[in-house]
């Protein structure tokens, strides 16, 4: 690392972009199109989940035995499923729970693996070996099965489900702290502090943490993505949210059967994952374009 | 061809059967005795099985126009929806066991797709008197490792189901058989503690399937996954949800059966199941209620349909509470719209059920009119439980594409007089465990239906029936209502005379859904599609699949 770096890192952002915000926004979203779009693609869907009762035709679990398996329409733009719900309006709703499930879990993976993987990082030696060889025990299981494992000890629910998915996505968290925390460490000014009789609890939170901030945020966007297609995966299997409460997965799992009858009671849900995971992936890289130090400036 | 068609088409192909009769023997007119079916039929079909039958395990109950015309060898590709729930017939419980079953096992007599008896391992029999039937099993019977099927072994199968050890399903059904006399080798006489007439079509289920009492008794808890039997196939392997391989058990009969093996797919998926059939990859496959209109125009294969003994219901357990109160559950009953359940669940396949017996058996109550919708009715009869401000529940179901959507159709329709109904979706295996536990008052499961009213009515509704899970908790009482259908299902038992037991069922089918004892939806029907290379098919009253009698083109 070079002297110019550490005396930059710890402050927030560099002097001369902080008079202009919402200029250096624009400088940043014209280098990264397709990452703008992205994120104007999350910020939509988030906004769908937050008004999906306002702006969703029916109600969500109003069952019209006129229409059943109603292909899409001006009444029902995305169809009807088998009891006869409007698939447009479940779709809305699921986005709520997609939403939900994606930000609780990673803000689970985030508060138990960041502190962990500090403490491993910085602490190194016996805590650093335990605190690893359990993360390399959970990392050992394929994620999806061990959320499945989790949610089959817990019982299916939502809560249950973001537990799951949180604590299966939690070794990435803990392995990616560890190693910015090791190369953190070795820099001059913690030296300092430690030489200034800053206790190490303090150094952990004050002097690392905010330093390596960056690539986490990096990885909770594309982490997200992944808790969205868990949740998907995991009431698809039908292990995840229960009946009747519609996510994506779930009217995905009620349509893949009926694909040949009604391809559109599977196809939107599809689509909708699809697409949310699209966005948060490009999001993500876009991200991690923007916050790399080695790219930051080009 | 409707369902309709295929049934008459059915009772022909009997009925061809039975001109080409041979001499009667036995003249033991068992079945008459029994009441199944009209007398002059019954004796003949147990002289036209018995007649044709050549040698040692000739092709029991097949009632095949011309043997020789059918070509041996191949592999059969069936795929099956689920696994058996065990391949021991004491302590499995599925309905779709039976389809791998019957292949392994020899019953000590069969059902006939019409449900009159059929020789099986014994071809002959003699109702000595109402409490006495004297077995007489052929000679030259073995099993699998090569021993002979010994009147001990039919004693041992059925002590077996009656050791409480063995937890076995079957105990309620040969509950009354209060012991097998072992005669000599081939001869065992069947004691019974109270006339039951059913007790042909019990021996013609899962109860009757003979087990041998040294192997089983050898294998112990390793005899579930792999049975040794004296049935037409032997099972080679069990790769729990993947795949069962029977192959041939060459010392069955000669030329039968026909196949060299059945290879059995776990497809869980119907789709999946169908699309394999158009592709080849099955030969065999049931066709769900979604997948029948393609079905029907479907090219190049071959769909046999007809009516179903099963019906689709809520199982119930009265102990539990809030259904201990019989208006609570007459109010959930009142509430549904069973219409509407037939239409979207079942897309139109079957009909709205009007009590536990259907088209399928001679006891269907054609008086009884189902359930009907009325939701004032409802919230009157919850208004007097004690309810009025409403009632929430949870019911646990086995989660699949049926049952989810049924849930939730049961769920925003009870709803509808303030019942809070939660869902719980499990697997198969834990809904089950957790409603023997007393966990939940409700599951959401399906019966496949018996041979006999008695075998389905008995079994489900009767205090001490094996699926009546109420009977394992600490504070069941049955009550007067209870206790009182208990006796009408006990008496209907105990007649022969087929009149007069119908009499009795359709007073019982009365009361069961008027008390609300069972909360039924459809009544069902059956269909499978078949590769234009099987030969053979014959369909079953009681829906369930004999493999062993196909036969591939050459």
Known sequence: ?298 | MNARQTWESMRLGRRQALRGAGIGLAGLSAAALIGCGDSDEADSTTATATGTSEGPGAAPSVTTPDASARSMGGTLKVALGSDPTGLDPSTSRGGGDHHYLYSIFDNLVNNGPDFSVKPGLATEWEVVDDLTIRFKIQDGRTFHDGSPVTAEDVKYTIDRHKDPETQSYSAGQVESVESVEVVDDTTAIFHLNTITSPIFAILGDRNGMIMPKEATQAMGADYNNKPIASGPFKVDSWAVDANVKLSRFAEYAENYPYLDAIDVQVVPNSSVQFANLRTGDADVVTVDPKDRETARGTDNIQLHEWISTAYTQVNINTAVAPITDMRVRQALSHSLNRQAILDAIFFGEGEVANGPITKASWAYNENLLPIPEDLDKAKQLLDAAGFGDGLAFEMVIVADETRTPLSEMMKAQWARIGVDMTIVARSAEEAGAEYRNQLYPMFLTFFSGRADPDMTIYENFHSQGGFNRAKFNEAFTPGPEALAIDQKIEAARQIYDQDERKALYDEIQTLLMEQAFGILFTHRTNAVALSSRVEGFQPYGDGKYRFHELSLKA
């Open chain 1, 1 to 298: 690392m070079s002297d110019a770096q550490t005396l930059t890192a710890p402050a927030a952002a560099p002097q001369g972009l902080r008079r202009t915000p919402y200029r250096r926004l624009l400088k940043i979203a014209s280098h990264h199109k397709i990452g703008a779009a992205a994120f104007g693609g999350v910020i939509i869907v988030c906004l769908l989940a937050l008004t999906a009762p306002i702006i969703a035709p029916y109600d969500p679990f109003e069952q019209d035995y006129n229409s059943l398996l109603q292909a899409p329409s001006w009444a029902h733009p995305f169809g009807t499923d088998r009891v006869g719900r409007d698939i447009l309006t479940r779709v809305l709703y699921g986005t709520q729970v997609s939403v939900l499930v994606g930000l609780v879990a990673v803000g689970i993976s985030i508060a138990i693996g960041v502190p962990l993987g500090l403490l491993s990082g910085f602490m190194g030696g016996v805590v650093d070996n335990v605190i690893m060889r359990f993360m390399d025990a959970l990392i050992a299981f394929p994620r999806l099965i061990l959320a499945l494992a989790i949610v089959a000890v817990l019982s299916p629910g939502v809560t249950n489900v973001m537990i799951a998915v949180g604590i299966g996505s939690m070794p990435v968290y803990a392995r990616l702290m560890r190693s910015q925390a090791l190369a953190i460490r070795e820099n001059q000014y913690i030296e300092a502090a430690h030489s200034l009789g800053v206790p190490s609890m303090r150094v952990m939170y004050r002097h690392i943490l905010p330093n390596a901030v960056s690539p986490i945020i990096v990885q909770a966007t594309l982490g997200l993505g992944y808790a969205v297609l868990a949740e998907a995966s995991l009431s698809f299997l039908g292990v995840g949210v229960q009946p009747p409460t519609a996510t994506w997965g779930s009217i995905l799992n009620q349509g893949a059967p009926l694909l040949e009858q009604a391809w559109w009671v599977a196809f939107f849900p599809g689509l909708a994952i699809f697409f949310f995971v699209l966005f948060l992936n490009l999001a993500g890289d876009a991200l991690r374009d923007i916050l790399d130090p080695r790219l930051r400036g080009r």
